[in-house]
């Protein structure tokens, strides 16, 4: 039988998300209505290996839920991703009395996680990501509020672009992955849309479709370009020297991180937050919280981490119907 955990601690890695302190006050209060203790281990890994550590209650979540950013802040960790680094980290969290640890992030957190609990230490991962990127779930905390702020910043761009009658091409966030630009290429009413995942390098296709779009009248013509293609900027020169038509390239970067959570991002936060607890305090260790098919859910890390997940080819089809 698995050992009664007593203390859980919590942590925030890898690229912030809005909605990631909605989820640390579900642990945090979550743990407490269970009966453990809840310690908070500042900047991620890095803030574990340096003994960043400090004891939650109730009270240090208090007036957050609606605050962008992380109150535990986060970091990237490179001594992390060394078998030295995690053996410490290990160590560590025994010497603080921590059994068992909540990690909310991406794919690269739920690594550290799953090196931990290979350590002696129950893990479960809560995903946080902008990028929308984790396999096992249709939901990360982060991209609805992300995905609305590139939005609203698009049809400001689109604006001035009609005005000027101009082509823009937009860069939004996403790393290797082009959900956020899929979602607001299609609400956004893009003409063209270069996700990563289908990206053809065809530059002749767009200058042809910006000419053609011209021809029938179009006042403007906006590209959403993923960061995971980038080089926007001598893309619209590019474009401009063989459309004739003047191109601005607006990289809208890291805005897309932060502000005050949606209410979706709030609600699924809170959620997964309480269902990591339930999780590690039903004995179970290397788990990551998922959404699928209208449930939450939970998944072993390694079979988690295997999982693959592309973007669906209709929406795309459907997107160069409707720009
Ligand atoms: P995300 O969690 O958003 O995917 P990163 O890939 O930057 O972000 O990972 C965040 C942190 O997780 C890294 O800085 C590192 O400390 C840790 N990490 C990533 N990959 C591994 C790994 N393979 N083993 C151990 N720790 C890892
Ligand atoms: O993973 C979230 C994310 O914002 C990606 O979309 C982007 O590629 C990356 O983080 C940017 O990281 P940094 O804040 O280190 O520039």
């Given at each position: 039988m ?11 890695s890898?690229?912030d ?10 642990v ?5 209505a ?7 281990i500042?900047r ?7 003994e960043?550590?400090v ?12 605050r962008?950013?992380?109150i535990l802040y ?10 030295e680094?995690q ?12 059994d068992?640890l909540?990690?909310i ?7 550290g996680?799953q090196?931990l609990?290979h350590?002696?230490?129950a893990?479960?991962g809560?995903p946080?990501?902008?990028?929308l ?6 939901y990360?905390?982060g991209f609805?509020t ?12 689109r604006?001035?672009s009609?005005s000027?009658?101009r082509?823009?091409?937009?860069e939004?966030?996403?790393r290797?992955a082009g ?6 290429g299609?609400?956004n009413?893009?003409?063209?849309i270069l996700?990563p ?5 065809d ?6 479709h910006i000419?053609?779009?011209r021809?029938?009248g179009?006042?403007?013509h ?5 960061e ?5 900027a001598?893309m619209?020169?590019r ?10 390239a ?13 209410c ?7 959620i ?12 179970k ?11 939450y859910v939970?998944y ?5 981490l ?6 669906s080819?209709?929406q ?8």
């Amino acid at each position: 039988m698995a050992k009664e955990i007593k203390t859980i601690g919590v942590l925030t890695s890898g690229g912030d998300a809005p909605g990631m302190n909605a989820a640390i006050r579900a642990v945090v209060r979550t743990a407490i209505a269970r009966g453990k203790k809840v310690k908070g281990i500042m900047r991620g890994y890095q803030g574990l290996l340096e003994e960043e550590i400090v004891d939650m209650t109730e009270k240090s979540v208090a007036d957050i839920i609606q605050r962008g950013g992380t109150i535990l802040y986060t970091a990237r960790c490179q001594e992390f991703r060394t078998a030295e680094g995690q053996k410490k980290g290990a160590d560590i969290c025994k010497k603080f009395g921590i059994d068992a640890l909540v990690v909310i992030g991406g794919d690269g957190s739920f690594q550290g996680a799953q090196k931990l609990a290979h350590l002696g230490i129950a893990t479960v991962g809560v995903p946080g990501t902008i990028d929308l990127d984790i396999a096992c779930t249709e939901y990360t905390i982060g991209f609805d509020t992300a995905v609305n702020t590139a939005m609203k910043a698009i049809d400001k761009v689109r604006d001035t672009s009609t005005s000027h009658e101009r082509c823009s091409i937009i860069e939004v966030m996403g790393r290797h992955a082009g959900y956020i630009a899929l979602w607001c290429g299609i609400a956004n009413g893009a003409e063209d849309i270069l996700l990563p995942e289908r990206y053809n390098h065809d530059e002749q296709r767009i200058i042809n479709h910006i000419i053609n779009s011209r021809k029938m009248g179009k006042k403007h013509h906006i590209i959403i370009n993923a960061e995971g293609i980038g080089h926007s900027a001598s893309m619209a020169r590019r474009l401009e020297a063989a459309t004739g038509m003047e191109t601005r390239a607006t990289i809208l970067g890291h805005m897309q991180r932060g502000g005050s959570p949606t209410c979706k991002d709030r609600m699924y936060a809170s959620i997964m937050g309480a269902y990591a607890v339930d999780v590690l305090c039903a004995g179970k260790s290397m788990r990551v919280v998922a959404y699928a098919n209208g449930e939450y859910v939970d998944y072993d890390i390694d079979e988690a981490l295997a999982m693959k997940k592309d973007i669906s080819e209709y929406q795309f089809e459907i997107s160069k119907i409707l720009g």
